[in-house]
Every structure is written in structure tokens, then in C-alpha cells.
């Protein structure tokens, strides 16, 4: 074997390695990146949902309570607080709930459908009493009644709670549909 050649072999031998070192490296690289990454969101995450100072909170409250939605919408949903939900269970025999919390986005997102959803039940005349009640303000009502999530909607019948619960979306659409849907089969058992 002449030293050329002998040379040529070492030094593909030595492209092969480092090549693969140089692989393995950017492996190596990529997955700490990532990692830091998924520390740098998780720290993100735990800073958007630590539970919000009560002055802010009330401050929140207040903005929304004085906002459009509540002003233009009192003649569709009725707004409960632990003093008049009782009642509002009792003189309806079928009532559609919205549990929320002002700070929380979706419940925040759910606002313009909940009372487009109960503007067209009072348009269609559908035998339902739709209500709302802020857990942030009344936050005993929602423990008592097992309200963990927001938005938590819930359908009542006579006063007590209707099994299963809501698990249809947050549209219009679907709000409508699980209605008609819950008035349909109480007409029906009630045959």
C-alpha cells in the first residue's frame, strides 16, 4: 500500500467521523433548543394563568358589567347573583345557565353568542329562561354547584340540574340546536 493511498483511506475515514460527530452534535443542539424552548412557554403559560389579583379582578367586573354587552342585553338574559337564582330556578321550568367568569377569555368569547343565542330564543318563542351569573361575584353559588371551568353552561329542569351536561360547542348554532334538542325529549317523556 503506497502512503498516498494509505493517506486518502485515513482521511475518509476521519470525513465519516466527523461528519457524524458533526450529526450527532446538531441533534444534540436541536433537542436542548427545543427544551429551552418548552421552559420558556411553560413559564409563559404559568404567568397567564396565575389567579388574578381581587382588585384587578373587581376592576375587570366592573368594565364588563358597564360595558355594551350587559347594557344592550338585559331584556334576553337574565343576571343572576346568589340571592336570585332560586327564585329564577323556580319560576321556570326550564332554564339554561351560563356559569362565567369576567377575566376568563372564553367566557369573554362566549358573550356575543350567548346573547345572540338568547335573542333568538325569546324570538322563537321557545319555553327556556336563559340566565348568566358571574362566579367571579358570587363565587358560593358556583362552588355549591359544582362549577369548576369557564364558561360552564348548565340546563335546569324544575330547579335541578339536567344530566349529562352541556358538551355540545360554544356557536350559535350549537346552542340553539341542544335546545330544541332538550325541549324536543322533554315533550316527548312528558307523552
Not at 12 to 19: E, G, I, L
Request: proline fraction near 4%; include cysteine.
Amino acid at each position: 500500500m503506497t502512503s498516498k493511498s494509505r493517506t486518502t483511506r485515513i482521511v475518509k475515514q476521519c470525513c465519516k467521523w466527523t461528519k457524524r460527530v458533526c450529526f450527532f452534535w446538531t441533534i444534540g443542539f436541536i433537542i436542548l433548543l427545543i427544551n429551552e424552548v418548552r421552559i420558556v412557554l411553560n413559564e409563559e403559560q404559568k404567568s397567564k394563568y396565575k389567579p388574578r389579583d381581587p382588585i384587578q379582578a373587581k376592576s375587570e367586573s366592573k368594565k364588563f358589567f358597564k360595558s355594551y354587552a350587559y347594557q344592550n342585553h338585559t331584556d334576553y338574559v337574565t343576571w343572576l347573583t346568589n340571592d336570585t337564582l332560586t327564585n329564577f330556578l323556580q319560576e321556570n321550568e326550564n332554564a339554561f345557565i351560563d356559569f362565567f367568569a369576567t377575566w376568563c377569555g372564553h367566557s369573554q368569547k362566549l358573550y356575543p353568542t350567548w346573547f345572540d343565542f338568547a335573542k333568538a330564543v325569546q324570538r322563537e318563542e321557545l319555553p327556556v329562561a336563559i340566565g348568566a351569573l358571574a362566579c367571579d361575584r358570587e363565587p358560593n353559588v358556583c362552588e355549591k354547584l359544582g362549577v369548576q371551568g369557564f364558561p360552564n353552561l348548565k340546563w335546569f329542569i324544575n330547579g335541578t340540574e339536567s344530566f349529562p351536561k352541556y358538551n355540545w360547542g360554544r356557536k350559535y348554532i350549537a346552542l340553539l340546536s341542544y335546545t330544541k334538542e332538550k325541549l324536543q325529549n322533554q315533550t316527548k317523556i312528558a307523552s
